[in-house]
């Protein structure tokens, strides 16, 4: 079945620098959202994207998705203390109907900020 | 707007007892999802209601149940809960199943089964 892998697991970064976390999926992606969790919270949706090769940024947050729709990057620039968090994908296969409404989420990317 | 209204946002239980987890969503979507998290296996999908009147499996449903009371609510049952049951449950919802929507999440139930 459709697998969805995030790397890093655990990012340490020091504020001001700039970061990137990887999804991959081991199947052609539909669409491909991002989640930030913050510590103790509950997951909140950031962006979705469709196509491939697509760019999106909000402020310091740049996501791509890749041109064969398999992988995607949030690239953070500028780390501030206020992201920190967990930063999940959250994959759609490529068109059949039993995965309709069933995203399936990587594992996160956790991240701690050191001022 | 309250978005999704989970309760009870903590509970400890014995092994075999039984429990609800109650959602409810004021955003007028039409599907709705139950997730639990564990540490280091991101979200998986337990129950979901596409719409009203329907329900169906998703990844780990085993030691499940679900019910679509209406619209805007979506409950979870543990019938005899076990210690592999202990996580942090998230309710969801989404305009519908199709694609172009994320998901709302409330703010999550945190179990404990002893």
């Known amino acids: 079945g459709q697998q969805v892998m995030q790397i890093p697991q655990y990012q340490h970064v020091q504020e001001g620098e700039d970061f990137t976390t990887y999804c991959n999926s081991s199947?052609?992606?539909?669409?491909i959202q991002w989640y930030k969790q913050r510590p103790g919270g509950h997951p909140v949706f950031l962006i979705q994207?469709?196509?491939?090769?697509e760019v999106k940024k909000q402020k310091r947050l740049t996501f791509q998705f890749g041109e064969a729709k398999k992988n995607s990057s949030l690239h953070i620039t500028a780390t501030q203390t206020t992201d920190v968090g967990t930063y999940f994908c959250?994959?759609?296969?490529?068109?059949?109907?039993?995965?309709?409404?069933?995203?399936?989420f990587g594992a996160g990317t956790q991240v701690v900020v050191t001022p | 707007n309250a978005g999704v209204t989970q309760t009870p946002k903590f509970q400890v239980l014995k092994t075999g007892q039984s429990m609800t987890l109650q959602c409810a969503q004021d955003?007028?979507?039409?599907?709705m999802y139950w997730y639990r998290q564990d540490p280091g296996m991101g979200l998986r999908l337990i129950y979901y209601?596409?719409?009203?009147?329907?329900?169906d499996k998703g990844e780990v449903p085993n030691g499940y149940n679900v019910s679509r009371l209406n619209k805007r609510e979506f409950s979870l049952r543990l019938e005899s809960a076990a210690p592999s049951q202990t996580s942090v449950y998230f309710c969801?919802?989404?305009?519908?199943?199709?694609?172009?929507?994320?998901?709302?999440f409330g703010s999550g139930t945190r179990l404990t089964v002893v």
């Open positions: 969801a919802s989404k305009m519908d199943r199709g694609a172009n929507y994320g998901y709302t």
């Open positions: 199947t052609t992606l539909s669409n």
């Open positions: 994207l469709v196509k491939s090769g």
């Open positions: 959250a994959g759609l296969a490529f068109s059949t109907t039993d995965s309709w409404g069933k995203f399936q």
């Open positions: 955003m007028n979507h039409n599907s």
């Open positions: 209601s596409a719409s009203e009147g329907t329900t």
